[in-house]
């Protein structure tokens, strides 16, 4: 149990502050969307609702009257009802005030016992909704196109929302809709099950109108081409394919989810990206996906390409292809300014296993002591005999204290051990 402890404190010593997921923000209510369609679906309820003034019922909870703008189930336009949430975040704004316009998954109240001592009236409590996804179901002021296409798919029997007709209107979505509906809208396509035999001729072009559509933003983009790879979306291949037959270079999305369908770019394709001096993206492209004589490029790309970002792609990539036999190439990654740039070739290398173990320790020497702590980490993940071996070298005789204390407790020492 120590060891595994000591390992996953090792493990958290190669994570970058940047890597770790944002704080909320304070000062801004709950941002809503969580698994917003599939919550619709479900029912019992979905609804525009216009809100009035919240009141607070205790520390905890708010209630506020609500007029239905548009139904889709579960009650009638221009209806009043009682919607209650929770504030748990108490450093934010109510989520909902007067006047604000927002689409929600309504059930019924929980019939847990804290709620009905907030609401003890049988009745009040009966006729009070909640929303789902516990308060986090909802959309702020959603469009009216949006929402013209989610009730004609809200309208198709349950049955048909994974097929083509479903899958089209929830490409729609995602290729139109503002972009937290257009995210709630992929991640439904996520779970449709052999998504890319449901895409027609017309909405693979859509969802890769999707995936470029100006306003998207870098978590809607990601999102859009982890669905393509996950199926892979062969789909796709045409639309993204005449893209990259123009004469001008397409936006980096394009290669970028191309790569996705099929783990690499014909290397011509992936050369010539990798030599556009005026994008960043475009080179991260190429060298994510280089095969071929591009992917023989990547030592020199690792070692000189102005940006960290390819750098430690092309650290990452020629590992992945070259597997433990390309190690030794890496060592610029290792020795690199850029911690991220480290981190990545670190990480590659550890995943490897034990045999990465010589080219860890081989770069020790001209290690600074935040290189060896990251070092350290890397063996720990590594693991195997030689891995223990270098740890207690590094835990008996390094010269920087950090360094000594952190390979102790990869080592699942005490802090504080005598040897």
Do not use: N
Request: aromatic share 4%.
């Amino acid at each position: 149990m120590r060891r595994r402890v000591a390992a996953a404190v090792c493990a958290a010593a190669l994570w970058s502050p940047a890597f770790a997921p944002p704080a909320a923000a304070d000062g801004e209510p709950a941002a809503g969307d969580v698994h917003l369609i599939a919550a619709l679906e479900r029912g019992p309820g979905a609804a525009v609702l216009v809100f009035e003034a919240p009141r607070r019922v205790d520390v905890d909870t708010w209630v506020s009257d609500a007029t239905i703008e548009r139904s889709f189930y579960g009650g009638e336009a221009g209806t009043r009802v009682a919607v209650a949430w929770e504030e748990l975040a108490h450093q934010r704004p109510v989520r909902f005030g007067a006047g604000d316009r927002v689409l929600c998954a309504l059930e019924s109240l929980p019939g847990h016992s804290i709620w009905r001592q907030r609401f003890p009236d049988p009745k009040e409590r009966a006729s009070t909704l909640t929303i789902a996804e516990k308060g986090d179901a909802f959309l702020r002021a959603p469009s009216l196109g949006a929402l013209l296409v989610l009730q004609h798919y809200l309208a198709l029997p349950a049955e048909m929302r994974e097929h083509v007709a479903g899958v089209g209107y929830l490409v729609d979505l995602a290729a139109e809709a503002e972009p937290s509906f257009a995210a709630a809208a992929v991640e439904r396509l996520v779970a449709v099950p052999h998504l890319d035999a449901q895409l027609d001729p017309s909405s693979a072009p859509r969802l890769v109108a999707a995936l470029l559509r100006p306003d998207a933003p870098d978590d809607l983009v990601a999102r859009l081409l982890a669905l393509i790879r996950s199926g892979p979306l062969r789909a796709l291949r045409p639309t993204l394919e005449a893209y990259a037959k123009r004469d001008a270079l397409a936006p980096s999305r394009v290669y970028e989810a191309l790569g996705r369908i099929d783990d690499g770019l014909p290397a011509s394709l992936a050369e010539r990206l990798l030599a556009v001096r005026d994008s960043e993206p475009l080179r991260a492209a190429g060298a994510r996906f280089a095969t071929g004589s591009a992917l023989e490029r990547l030592p020199r790309v690792l070692r000189s390409d102005p940006a960290p970002s390819v750098r430690g792609i092309a650290a990452q990539r020629w590992l992945a292809v070259k597997g433990i036999a390309g190690a030794p190439e890496l060592r610029p990654a290792l020795l690199d300014a850029d911690r991220d740039v480290r981190l990545a070739a670190l990480l590659a290398l550890a995943q490897e296993g034990p045999e990465a173990v010589p080219t860890l320790r081989d770069a020790l020497p001209a290690a600074s002591p935040e290189l060896a702590r990251e070092i350290v980490a890397a063996l720990s993940l590594a693991g195997g005999p030689q891995a223990v071996q270098a740890l207690v070298e590094l835990a008996e005789t390094h010269p920087d204290p950090g360094v000594r204390l952190l390979a102790k407790s990869a080592l699942g020492r005490e802090i504080g051990h005598k040897d």
